[in-house]
């Protein structure tokens, strides 16, 4: 199948980490048909696709242009691919630190906020800002998400309350590791990497807010949608999952 050709100065051609294939024998199958006979998409796949969608009402203005596919690879694995208009990166938002000197670029950031604010209020779900690269200031100044298959949810402080043990002792087992983390980390609070992404974005969000966009921290930090942020319990969690992003 020729694939790659198809790919020129203009164009990305995203492949997953795992192959579709993968997919299918670990999460199994919806039993929804792909183009490719004998194949079927996985749920996985579903789920990324459906996000998708929906999130293309909120923040599509700040995504490159996207074509999902499903295919068969040069080996004959079958593949969920996606052809995507390629971002002259200009600068990555993730190591964004000061004040953006383009007043297009706050405008562009500020935008993307209240976007992705509208988004989560709507269907619960964060981009995945944690990665480098994910989220760039294009060859204009703008905005762009590039990294768009991992959208997430934001596990609740009340989830996490309740998933933490009360009793001081038994916390303590898991603080010194004779306890596995897995038992008391709500679902969907990790990705597959074991990296809490909705809690990362949204610390990245802040940043922007208040690095990118010069916001005095202590305004933004009585904005409701931070509290999270804020949590005594959900930075409990964080800290003994990842001593470098803890408390603080
Ligand atoms: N449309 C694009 N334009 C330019 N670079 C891209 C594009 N899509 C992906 N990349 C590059 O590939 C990297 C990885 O893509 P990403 O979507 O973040 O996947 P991952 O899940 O591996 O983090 C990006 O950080 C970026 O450098
Ligand atoms: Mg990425």
Avoid: W
């Amino acid at each position: 199948m020729e694939i790659y050709p198809l790919v020129d100065d203009q164009t990305v051609l995203r492949v997953p980490r795992r192959t579709e294939q993968q997919l299918i024998d670990e999460f199994g199958s919806s039993g929804r048909k792909a183009l490719a006979t004998g194949h079927e998409v996985s749920t996985v796949t579903e789920t990324e696709l459906h996000d998708l969608e929906h999130m293309e009402g909120y923040i599509g203005a700040f995504v490159p242009d996207t074509t999902p596919m499903a295919d068969l690879d040069l080996e004959g694995n079958f593949r969920y691919y996606s052809l995507q208009r390629r971002v002259k990166v200009t600068k990555d938002l993730r190591s964004c630190t000061t004040l953006l000197d383009e007043r297009c670029s706050r405008l562009s950031v500020q935008r993307f906020l209240r976007d992705v604010r509208d988004m989560f209020d709507a269907l619960g779900l964060l981009p995945d800002l944690a990665g480098k690269g994910n989220l760039v200031l294009d060859r204009f100044g703008l905005v762009k998400l590039i990294d768009i298959n991992n959208f997430r949810p934001l596990i609740s402080d009340q989830q996490i309350d309740d998933a933490l043990p009360d009793d001081e002792k038994v916390f303590e087992e898991y603080i010194l590791g004779r306890r596995s983390l897995e038992e008391i980390t709500p679902a969907g609070f990790v990705d597959d990497l074991g990296h809490p992404i909705g809690d990362l974005t949204l610390g990245h969000l802040r940043t922007l807010e208040v690095r990118a966009l010069g916001r005095d921290h202590k305004e933004v930090d009585k904005d409701p949608f931070y509290a999270p942020l804020h949590n005594e319990r959900r930075q409990q969690l964080l800290s003994l999952m990842r001593p470098d992003i803890g408390l603080g």
